[in-house]
């Protein structure tokens, strides 16, 4: 599985805040000190990459290297066998490793499967819209082997390829030492996106309690290894073939599946939009328009965000982009900063009047409330 780096925060913990300035330690809820990860523990980022997402693999791993913990290590999981240029990028880089274990992807990919055999119309939805896989988008499902226990990290932030990192994680580190799972996001306000809102069996999955603070976007959250052991998901198929199966949302099925993992598992989650103090707390989407760059790196109303999600935004414009056409996007140039870094000469020259970027109509209703911060 390649080589891993130990890495000790504590001493980084102790002196870090998400804006960069010496501080104390976060007071986080409950009101008990958070205690870092122990020298013996290791902690490290995860993403989920092949050469299609080439371009934004790289953008992130110089955004980690700038901006988070020093020598973090970072997994990049194989979300198919799609990596040639990847692989040669993980061995260019110390500190990042590639995670790509037919045997461990295909007990998490059986696992899944028997998972959407138990919803009432998933399996059959989707082979009447022409998928040809066991069931929808199953590389996206990879990013459960963080919860496996042949992976590397003990405690671990998981980062999609399409966010830079702008900020230390040490935030969710610190929030990792009191609760299961740590969340950054705004996702509780569209809830929709997450479960079937109608079905009667919701309300013995999730707590209204969980439904409006808790529930999060897949793309970044952190979590430890132990926290769906096998006995624990032998456990959550069996109360999805006994009807739970009817609450998950096949639209975005990694993200029903952990956010229903999860909550059903009732493990204790923190948000850090609720735990932080409200000036320190940012959005997170590239549907916010309100952000400014200082330094090459997000303010939102003068906080640091931790980390900008590039949703909606097809892996094709960044390729087209990397290839000289004019396509534009909010905050652009910021992702090219990252994506080349100190290679400006390999920056390209971008001609032509400029292409605007809009996202797909379906998107538009969902990405309005992430726009939007807690008010």
Not at 93 to 114: G, I, K, M
């Amino acid at each position: 599985m390649g080589r891993w780096v130990r890495l000790d925060l504590s001493s980084h913990l102790a002196r870090t805040s998400i804006i960069g300035k010496p501080v104390g330690k976060l007071n986080l809820e409950p009101p008990q000190a958070a205690t870092a990860p122990s020298p013996s523990m290791t902690a490290g980022l995860y993403t989920l990459a092949n050469d299609t997402v080439y371009d934004q693999l790289v953008a992130l791993l110089n955004s980690v290297e700038a901006n988070a913990e020093p020598g973090l290590p970072v997994c990049v999981i194989a979300y198919d066998q799609r990596l040639e240029r990847v692989k040669a990028l993980v061995d260019s880089r110390p500190n990042v490793t590639l995670l790509d274990d037919a045997a461990l992807f295909a007990d998490w990919e059986e696992f899944s499967y028997q998972v959407w055999r138990t919803h009432p119309t998933a399996l059959a939805d989707w082979r009447a819209k022409g998928i040809q896989t066991r069931f929808y988008r199953v590389g996206e499902n990879h990013r459960y082997v963080a919860f496996d226990a042949r992976a590397p990290f003990d405690q671990f932030v998981y980062v999609d390829a399409d966010d830079l990192v702008l900020a230390p994680l040490t935030p969710m580190f610190e929030a990792l030492a009191q609760a299961d799972v740590a969340i950054y996001d705004f996702q509780f306000k569209h809830p929709d996106h997450i479960f079937n809102l109608q079905s009667p069996r919701l309300p013995e999955v999730i707590t209204p309690q969980r439904l409006t603070q808790q529930i999060f976007c897949s793309g970044f959250f952190g979590a430890r290894r132990d926290g769906l052991p096998p006995a624990q998901r032998q456990w959550l198929l069996s109360q999805l073939q006994a009807g739970d199966g009817d609450v998950l949302y096949p639209s975005a099925p990694n993200q029903s599946l952990l956010n229903y993992m999860v909550h059903k598992s009732e493990l204790k989650v923190t948000n850090l939009v609720f735990t932080r103090p409200a000036d320190m707390v940012t959005g997170n989407s590239v549907t916010s328009p309100h952000f400014r760059e200082r330094d090459h790196v997000l303010y939102d109303h003068g906080a640091r965000l931790m980390f900008l999600h590039y949703i909606g935004i097809s892996s094709k414009h960044f390729r087209a982009l990397c290839q000289g056409e004019n396509v534009d996007f909010p905050y652009r140039d910021l992702f090219l900063h990252y994506r080349y870094g100190s290679e400006t000469d390999h920056r390209p020259d971008l001609v032509g009047q400029r292409i605007p970027y809009r996202p797909p109509t379906g998107w538009r209703r969902y990405l309005k409330p992430l726009a939007q911060r807690l008010s």
